[in-house]
């Protein structure tokens, strides 16, 4: 009997973590710059894996928008910041950002940028861990693509096209995001389990 009741209240708890606001803990800046750029802090949130934190994101625009069609159609810089919450293999973070480009892109167009996918599988698969409160970031440039950082380091050059950096966002504000509370947060929009 007392086991029934550990295992529920067990339950309850996992469920209440569950359902808590995406909103992250960790600080962000309120605006950044990019290549000259004011930009505005337009959501931030955290991803959950199960009842896990794995890192805070927050994403900078140069305007608030609240759809992905606006986000993926707005003009200008756009940047990425996360903080891992938990120790996170190179390797699980690299096939995690495949599967999410996969999951939220056409075949034909994951094809097309196989180069630039290559490579920001290789920036994190190419390290064996980060550490609770690394940070790495990505970061859109016009003109020039997409820069990788990690803990405030860029990593090569800047790859890519405006539609690649497009397929990045859609990991998390695609049809079938990363985590759907934190879709929602980074988009400033009341969370739902099927927000798209």
Known sequence: MHS???????MALAGALWLQPAQAATPFAPDAQVQGTHLQL???????????KVYDMALYTPRKVSTPGELRA???PKLLNFTALREIPGTDLGLAFMKGLSANSPKETV?????SANRLIEIFSGRSKLAVGDTFAMQFIPG???????AGQP????????EFFAMVLNIWVGDSPAD??????LLGQEPAANVK
């Open 155 to 162: 990593q090569g050059a800047p790859v890519g096209d405006n």
């Open 42 to 52: 337009n959501g931030t949130g955290t991803r959950y894996r199960a009842i896990f």
């Open 4 to 10: 029934f009741f550990r295992s529920a209240s067990a």
């Open 180 to 185: 759907y509370a934190l879709k929602a947060a």
């Open 144 to 150: 020039l693509g997409t820069q990788f950082f990690i």
């Open 111 to 115: 094809l097309k940028h196989t180069v």
């Open 74 to 76: 707005l003009a200008g």
